[in-house]
């Protein structure tokens, strides 16, 4: 099956500094990877959708600046928070979608990365 | 902007009984997903569902979409402690963002 990893899978960092996830497609290549963030107990808040090569699309209220997005290749997309606060603290999760061979409208989900600001 | 309904969005049950989760909308999606989550882990696809009153079974959960492609239903028979988790349903409407709705999940507990 398409298989999705993210790095890394937990993180605990300062105030103020920047933080990279990766997702990585492991052995397809996805057209289309998108960003969530999921607070506790709570269903998946889409935050941007990126495309192989081309600028991320972000969705209302979220800050592009704050939140930067990086689709260099079809098997990995990062995303770092910069200048992270306390309230960016959450789980945020990946996703790669337009797989060859597979519907579509079908998205496979990265297992998340538990992200802590002090 | 699309919306999915999901209810009920907490429910806790004892092994063995059944239960349903709905996810309603007015609008119309060419395809809708079911996903479970576990804490701290990422969803898992359990099906998709394209056609108008389709169902699809997987052991026991059964899936149906409705004829007009604007609601959905996951039934659980007998339900047992590690069915216990996070149900996300998920519609897309179509196009070539492969972008999805999520409705507000239902967390389910089923006690031994």
């Known amino acids: 099956g398409a298989v999705v990893s993210q790095h890394p899978s937990w993180v605990i960092c300062k105030s103020g500094t920047s933080v990279k996830i990766e997702c990585r497609s492991l052995?397809?290549?996805?057209?289309?990877m998108f960003w969530y963030r999921q607070f506790p107990k709570q269903s998946l808040m889409l935050m941007a959708t990126?495309?192989?090569?081309?600028?991320?699309?972000?969705e209302q209220g979220v800050e592009k600046d704050k939140f930067l997005i990086n689709h260099a290749s079809l098997t990995l997309s990062t995303l770092t928070v910069t200048s992270a606060h306390p309230e960016d603290s959450s789980f945020y999760i990946c996703?790669?979608?337009?797989?060859?061979?597979?519907?579509?409208?079908?998205?496979?989900f990265g297992p998340g990365t538990r992200l802590t600001v002090l | 902007t699309q919306l999915l309904e999901q209810s009920p969005q907490f429910l806790s049950i004892q092994e063995g009984e059944n239960l349903t989760v709905y996810c309603n909308s007015s609008?119309?999606?060419?395809?809708l997903q079911w996903y479970r989550q576990e804490p701290g882990e990422g969803p898992v696809l359990l099906v998709t569902?394209?056609?108008?009153?389709e169902v699809k079974k997987l052991k026991r959960l059964t899936f149906q979409f409705g004829d007009a492609r604007k609601d959905s239903s996951l039934h659980i028979t007998a339900a047992q402690p590690g069915d216990t988790g996070l149900y996300l349903c998920?519609?897309?409407?179509?196009?070539?963002?492969?972008?999805?709705?999520f409705g507000k999940g239902t967390l389910l507990t089923v006690n031994p």
């Open positions: 996703s790669a979608g337009g797989l060859t061979g597979i519907p579509t409208d079908t998205q496979y």
């Open positions: 052995d397809f290549q996805a057209t289309t």
């Open positions: 990126s495309n192989e090569g081309s600028k991320a699309t972000y």
């Open positions: 609008s119309v999606f060419s395809s």
């Open positions: 569902v394209v056609t108008g009153g």
């Open positions: 998920a519609g897309n409407s179509g196009g070539s963002n492969y972008k999805l709705t």
